[in-house]
């Protein structure tokens, strides 16, 4: 119980927790006690891992993050915590993040910055830990939990990841129920682990998919043993660079990380090839009209009837309720993306831009299909920056877009992607490769990750 305690404790300096549990956590580790007595010992058993706040856990308030759901405590588990306490795993707490997942540095949440355990050398200003999962990779970093769940709709797994120096992956869309999690973007939206490094995010990942009937777009096929099958042997493998994706702008040391990853996997016996995804540039500006217009369809249901908060003013009627509960429950990036989803699927322009934006989606699903003719993985550096100060993007909304520029694409056309550490920048700071996978391939992504 005092380590449980002490771990909580050790977050609040970072604020990445939304809702502490250790007595979740604690139960855990005593059934893991009696589990090892009786010789039933499972993969996490009393593990003690951290949980996104987006994933709805049975009696323990669940928040996205955002006012809106303030109070809400669901009476039901999400699939993938389900999965992980079957597992053996126990909950630390409920991790801060952005607002619904939407933004890339954690500081679109209603509870307040969470705040990276790095620090430029000399330099006290405050580091994002990334964004959307940014409770998940601060705790993870910090060693305050050895896990964490994260979810990915653009980005949020591998970016948090990369500017933490933890590895993460995003698996294929499907793998992961989104049951139970509080959805963004569906179409986008996945669960992943977030952990110290690739062989705890494979036995993280196993513990977390499977085939779920309550989800309609997950895939109904068996879980791989991931980490059993493991290899670090790249021999046969054709390594991608994708000629795209050196951007204008680009820091040189980002590119020399990029230099460093493509020798590392020439060592393990990869044969490097350089490839052309055309439709790279096209993917952040899709995205962000397919996102907020599916996320403007998805937060419809928070009407102050059915979930956390209500604002009832005086003599005010059913339209009044509405409109006061979500100016007051959503933050602003939250309005920002409604209100550009709403627009952009209203009647007069619909075809203009959502239409568009899912024939450029197409696209770039077809520019990796043809990539795969050549190569059996792409390898590519993660953000186009190290971490960023608290405040130093967010009054700029589109500066903060561009950072998703490396894990847009993959997002898009739902593809399995990984980041690991691969160095530190001229400060020190940590920076990330990303390893993208062929549908399925999560086993071919953790093994290059290796
Ligand atoms: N930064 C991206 C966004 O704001 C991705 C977020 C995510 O993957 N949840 O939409």
């Not at 696209?363 to 050549?374: K, M, N």
């Amino acid at each position: 119980a005092e380590a449980f305690n002490a771990a909580v404790a050790a977050a609040r300096p970072l604020n990445a927790f939304i809702t502490e549990t250790p007595d979740h956590a604690l139960a855990a580790a005593a059934q893991a006690d009696r589990d090892r007595a009786a010789g039933t010992l499972r993969p996490l058993s009393g593990v003690p891992l951290g949980i996104k706040d987006l994933f709805c856990t049975r009696g323990t308030q669940t928040t996205a993050a955002s006012r809106i759901l303030e109070g809400f405590t669901p009476t039901y588990e999400s699939t993938v915590t389900a999965n992980l306490f079957a597992a053996g795993a126990g909950m630390l707490g409920k991790l801060n993040m952005d607002q619904f997942a939407m933004g890339s540095s954690n500081e679109t949440s209603a509870f307040g910055n969470v705040i990276s355990p790095w620090r430029r050398p000399g330099d006290t200003a405050p580091l994002a830990p990334g964004g959307s999962s940014g409770g998940s990779s601060a705790a993870v970093a910090a060693r305050i939990a050895p896990g964490a769940t994260g979810t990915d709709t653009g980005g949020s797994i591998r970016q948090p990841a990369a500017f933490t120096g933890i590895s993460g992956i995003k698996p294929t869309y499907g793998r992961c129920s989104r049951w139970g999690v509080v959805a963004f973007a569906s179409s986008l939206d996945q669960a992943g682990p977030m952990a110290r490094d690739v062989r705890d995010c494979a036995i993280l990942l196993e513990a977390m998919s499977g085939f779920d009937a309550k989800d309609s777009t997950s895939l109904d096929l068996p879980v791989p043993a991931w980490e059993r099958s493991l290899s670090p042997d790249l021999r046969g493998k054709r390594i991608g660079v994708p000629r795209e994706y050196r951007v204008d702008g680009m820091p040189a040391e980002i590119e020399a990380l990029w230099e460093q990853g493509i020798a590392f996997v020439r060592d393990a016996g990869a044969e490097i090839v350089e490839v052309s995804l055309p439709h790279t540039r096209y993917a952040l500006p899709a995205y962000y009209i397919i996102a907020p217009a599916e996320a403007s369809s998805n937060l419809a249901r928070y009407d102050g009837v059915r979930y956390g908060l209500r604002e009832l003013p005086d003599g005010a009627g059913l339209q009044d309720m509405y409109a006061a509960t979500r100016a007051a429950g959503f933050g602003a990036e939250v309005r920002r993306r409604i209100l550009i989803g709403t627009y952009v699927l209203s009647a007069g322009f619909y075809d203009a831009y959502y239409t568009q934006a899912q024939k450029v989606r197409a696209l770039i699903a077809r520019d990796f299909e043809q990539a795969w003719a050549t190569c059996d993985l792409l390898l590519t550096p993660t953000a186009p920056s190290a971490a960023f100060a608290l405040g130093e993007k967010s009054a700029d909304p589109i500066a903060m877009y561009l950072n998703d520029v490396f894990t847009v694409p993959s997002s898009l056309a739902g593809l399995p992607a990984m980041s690991v550490p691969a160095g530190l920048d001229a400060q020190g700071l940590p920076l990330g490769l990303q390893v993208i996978g062929r549908p399925l391939d999560e086993q071919g992504v953790l093994d290059a990750g290796l």
